[in-house]
């Protein structure tokens, strides 16, 4: 098994080599450039209906026959969210990066929840049934139905299955191993089979399975996190501008280049905050489209503001409080400390050994939750490339031998796998959206007018016919309306 496994890596290693600095010139152009297009032409929907959103997100809570409440939906793509990106992707961010790469974090998460509204709004309106009578939806299927090219929908679907059914769940399991290692001692190998088996277990219960489980734990462990987070802000709440002013003033160091296409033009310190930011809230990588598209919404921007707020909830509330932790700590500058240990080693420096043993428990709560979103994420493009039993049965298999090997491998190419094959994705769906913007502003526009007007916003199939040609099921938004 030693010998498979090694020789994987050393392929991953050669993939990465090869692709990387040139994807990410592309995705850095696209990620910031359609979230600022997107944030311009919604009128900053981000600020404007923040509010709405978390309206909408509390009153979804009840849906029809198999489906997703917009609750569920919500926390099935806050369980991929809030996890590891949050702890050892800030850790990482600013031990390579320096603190001021959790301010371009920041910039990321502010422009990409208009790309997520966007993202999550198509797959709303996109959405199919599956013959067990649960939606599915996501970029796969609005690039084939709104924009009618095939091709593209596939390349995206088999992106996204390496990126999330692979890549982040060997993150997710590898940062579980450091965690663990560092507070209990305990054993890679043995963490990775038993992660295997209780993996396995979860995900051979289906997509609604996950998303009553996330929807049940997601709430609660972020929660712990956040009051423990409280408490050390708390403990040192003069400290906390001096620490938010070294982040701002550390920003917009370009000493040290990046490389790559632009050379002096994106500082390290930026291309870590930007790419530590797409990990942690995937806002416009096209993932979360994938649970919100689950969801029984009444209309399609109504989950696209539920989706939107799981962006800042995720990066301007959990990373920023543990960014502030460690920048409170005495050693974040550290060549030893470079992940999920350096988040640990700061909670140890503000609450002794219970900092080190929480965080560690809290981790691998937040970590197993997101692999069962991440898969949820995958399995629905996995049946959107062939929806066979042995198919999805085979794909499961290959999606816990990753588990395993992001158990037992290191983390550095762990890490540079994932930066990978999600920048592949991202850079698909953000065309995808950016061509599609049209029906992401009439859905926006039909919402605002009926909430102006006092109304529960419904979508009305038969208010909008020309998008019954455009690929928009009418039975699905007829069935919503009777």
């Known amino acids: 098994m030693d010998f498979i496994v090694s020789g994987f890596e050393n392929l991953l290693t050669w993939i990465v080599n090869t692709v990387d600095g040139p994807l990410w ?3 850095i152009l696209l990620l910031l450039g359609v979230g600022m297009f997107f944030t311009i032409t919604t009128g900053l929907v981000q600020l404007r209906l923040l509010p709405r959103s978390i309206q909408e997100m509390w009153g979804g809570r009840s849906a029809e026959g198999n489906s997703l409440t917009p609750f569920q939906a919500f926390a099935t793509g806050l369980a991929s969210r809030v996890g590891v990106g949050n702890i050892g992707g800030v850790a990482t961010a600013i031990a390579l990066g320096g603190p001021g790469a959790v301010f371009w974090m920041w910039i990321t998460a502010l422009m990409g929840m208009s790309s997520a509204f966007a993202e999550s709004s198509l797959a709303q309106l996109y959405k199919t049934r599956d013959p067990n009578g649960m939606f599915r939806g996501g970029p796969a299927y609005y690039i084939t139905r709104g924009l009618k090219f095939k091709p593209m929908a596939i390349a995206f679907a088999v992106t996204l299955i390496f990126t999330f059914g692979f890549a982040f769940n060997a993150v997710q399991s590898n940062s579980i191993v450091a965690a663990t290692s560092k507070a209990w001692e305990w054993d890679g190998q043995y963490v990775g089979v038993i992660l295997v088996i209780v993996t396995g277990i979860i995900i051979s219960g289906g997509v ?5 489980v996330s929807s049940k734990i997601v709430p609660m462990m972020a929660l712990f996190y956040l009051i ?41 310190t ?19 489209p994938n649970s919100a598209a689950t969801s029984d919404a009444k209309h399609p921007a109504s989950q696209g503001l539920i989706q939107m707020l799981g962006v800042f909830v995720d990066t301007m509330v959990v990373c920023t409080c543990t960014a502030v932790i460690i920048l409170m700590s005495d050693n974040y500058g550290s060549d030893t400390l470079k992940g999920v240990e350096l988040t640990q080693t700061a909670l140890q420096y503000h609450l002794g050994e219970f900092g080190l043993h929480f965080l560690a428990f809290i981790l691998l709560l937040f970590c197993y939750t997101s692999i069962i979103g991440n898969y949820a994420y995958a399995e629905t493009n996995i049946r959107y490339i062939k929806n066979k039993p042995w198919f999805v049965w085979g794909f499961r298999i290959i999606v816990l031998f990753f588990v395993y090997f992001g158990a037992v491998r290191d983390g550095g190419i762990v890490w540079a796998f994932a930066d990978t094959v999600m ?14 913007a049209p029906i992401v502003w009439r859905l926006l526009k039909d919402y605002i007018r009926q909430v102006k007007v006092g109304q529960d916003p419904v979508f009305k199939i038969e208010e909008h016919q020309d998008l019954i040609h455009r690929g928009v099921d009418p039975l699905i938004w007829k069935s919503k309306n009777d």
């Open 25 to 27: 010139d592309v995705t």
């Open 208 to 212: 609604k399975f996950i998303g009553q």
């Open 228 to 268: 423990i987070a409280v408490i050390i802000l708390g403990m040192n709440i003069e400290r906390v501008p001096s620490v938010l002013a070294l982040i701002i003033d550390s920003a917009f160091d370009f000493s040290a280049a990046a490389g790559g296409m632009f050379g002096a033009l994106v500082s390290k």
């Open 270 to 288: 930026m291309l870590m905050g930007i790419k530590r930011g797409l990990f942690s809230n995937e806002a416009g990588m096209g993932s979360a």
């Open 423 to 436: 920048a592949s994705m991202a850079v698909i769906n953000l065309i995808a959206i950016l061509i599609l």
